[in-house]
């Protein structure tokens, strides 16, 4: 609960939030200092508006996803299969001799085709890209969708249960098998 600003300890001049505070519908907010909002209209000359403002669809489903995320040992749940998932890849991709990286903070995790770990732009351009291009189709053609991109960011969310993460972790261990031929 409250991002990677609480994780960190940062206190932000301005929080920007996007479909996390609508469950994942079309809405997005952001908040400041009596000081910097007050210089929103219609109390300041800053305009702002959004064609989803206050969408009463989003607003529920954010509300009741806030609900499940303030349960009992929710975000240590999602950590632990964000964990289970990257040793998952990790292990697979050994087994097949592919290097990648892995690394997670709560729900979020990413994967680099890289041997060396992904600290920066730098090294992340260094990334073996077309190698993860042929994994992303390997593991589509196995019904996993991951991100196109070798730059993006993936989530695992409270619906992934080990079934799921194991067979996500399996689709893996087949897909690089078949790209390293």
Request: charged share 15%; net charge negative; glycine share 12%.
């Amino acid at each position: 609960m409250g991002g990677n600003q609480n994780i960190c300890g940062v206190q932000p001049d301005i929080t920007c939030l996007g479909k996390v505070i609508g469950g994942g519908m079309p809405v997005a907010a952001y908040g400041g200092s009596r000081e910097l909002m007050s210089l929103v209209s219609p109390l300041g000359p800053m305009y702002q508006a959004g064609t989803l403002s206050g969408n009463p669809v989003a607003m529920a489903t954010g509300l009741a996803t806030l609900s499940l995320c303030q349960q009992e040992g929710f975000y240590d749940s999602l950590a632990a299969s964000s964990q289970r998932l990257c040793a998952g890849l990790d292990a697979a991709a050994a087994q097949a001799g592919v290097a990648i990286q892995t690394s997670f903070v709560g729900g979020l995790f990413g994967m680099a085709f890289s041997s060396a770990p992904v600290k920066n732009m730098e090294d992340a351009t260094a990334c073996d890209h077309d190698l993860y291009a042929r994994f992303f189709h390997a593991m589509l053609n196995r019904g996993v969708w991951l991100p196109p991109s070798g730059y993006e960011a993936m989530f695992v969310s409270s619906a992934h249960d080990d079934e799921i993460i194991d067979r996500v972790c399996q689709a893996a261990a087949e897909s690089f098998a078949e790209i390293i031929k």
